[in-house]
């Protein structure tokens, strides 16, 4: 979708066991994120973050559904609609 012009959200992408930075991540995305794993259907084990002290809680819930996550911003879509 970035490749036609849509603005995607930033991300950073954990794999299981690898060592990360709460801060750094934080910093790189700001507040709030979405956390997702990659392995399991659409809906499970998905968290928003709003508080730093939410993200290490938000990747273990994130890592029991699988190997890989995915760390996202928030994006604020506004719709306008013409007449």
Known sequence: MKTFGFKV???????????????????????????????SGSSYGISKVNKSEELTPAINVAFSE?????????????IVTGK
Do not use: H, T, W
């Open 66 to 78: 699988g190997s890989s996550l995915v760390i996202e911003s928030f994006l604020k879509v506004v």
């Open 9 to 39: 959200a930033s991300s950073v992408r954990l794999i299981k066991d690898q060592k990360y930075n709460a801060s750094e991540i934080m910093e790189k995305l700001g507040l709030p994120v979405f956390v997702k794993p990659c392995d």
